[in-house]
C-alpha cells in the first residue's frame, strides 16, 4: 500500500536501551587523539590547572573570583563529552572546539566564586569564558611560535 511504512523490519536505534549501553561502552573504551591535523589542541588538563585559584597556571581572574575550582571528574566530563562530540561528527580525534563546546555545561556547576565574585555579580560562566579566550587553541599558540 503506498505511504505506509512496515516498521516490523526496522530497528528503531534511539529507541533501544541496549544500543544507547552500545554507545556509551565505544565512547568510554575508544582511545582519542588529542590533535587533529589542523593542529588544534586539546588542552583539557591545562583547562583544569587554570580553574585552581591561586596555582601556577591560573590566569588572574580565577586567583581573584574563584574559591573552589573544578574537580579531575570535571577533566573526565569534558574529555567524555569532546569525545561525544567528536563521535557526532564522524571523527576520531577531539579537538578544542568539541572541549570549548562543553566547558560551560560541564563545568559551570563545579566552580565556586568567592565573595569578591558575588559581590561585583561576576558569573562562573564569565571565568570560564576568559579562560576559554586564554587558553593555547594551536600548538603554535602553546609554543608561543610567532
Known amino acids: 500500500m503506498a505511504g505506509t511504512s512496515n516498521f516490523s523490519d526496522c530497528r528503531l536505534l534511539f529507541d533501544s536501551d541496549q544500543y544507547l549501553d552500545d ?3 565505544f565512547v568510554r573504551a575508544e582511545s582519542i587523539t ?3 591535523h589542523n593542529n588544534n589542541v586539546c588542552d583539557t588538563p ?3 590547572f587554570a580553574l585552581l585559584p591561586n596555582g601556577e597556571f591560573a590566569p588572574e581572574v580565577t586567583s581573584r573570583f574563584v574559591r573552589f575550582g573544578s574537580s579531575p ?5 569534558l574529555v567524555l ?5 567528536a563521535m557526532l561528527d564522524e571523527r576520531y580525534h577531539v579537538s578544542f ?11 559551570r556547576h563545579r566552580i565556586l566564586l568567592n565573595f569578591e565574585g558575588q559581590a561585583e ?3 562562573t560562566d564569565d571565568v570560564l569564558e576568559q579562560i576559554l579566550e586564554s587558553t593555547p587553541k594551536t600548538m603554535e599558540q602553546k609554543l608561543d611560535v610567532p
Do not use: T
Not at 73 to 77: D, K
Open 121 to 123: 555579580g561576576i558569573r
Open 34 to 36: 588529542w590533535r587533529s
Open 73 to 77: 571528574r570535571a577533566v573526565q566530563a
Open 97 to 107: 572546539s568539541d572541549i570549548e563546546a562543553s566547558v560551560l555545561p560541564a563545568m
Open 46 to 48: 591545562n583547562l583544569y
Open 23 to 25: 554507545i556509551k561502552r
Open 81 to 85: 563529552a569532546g569525545k561525544v562530540r
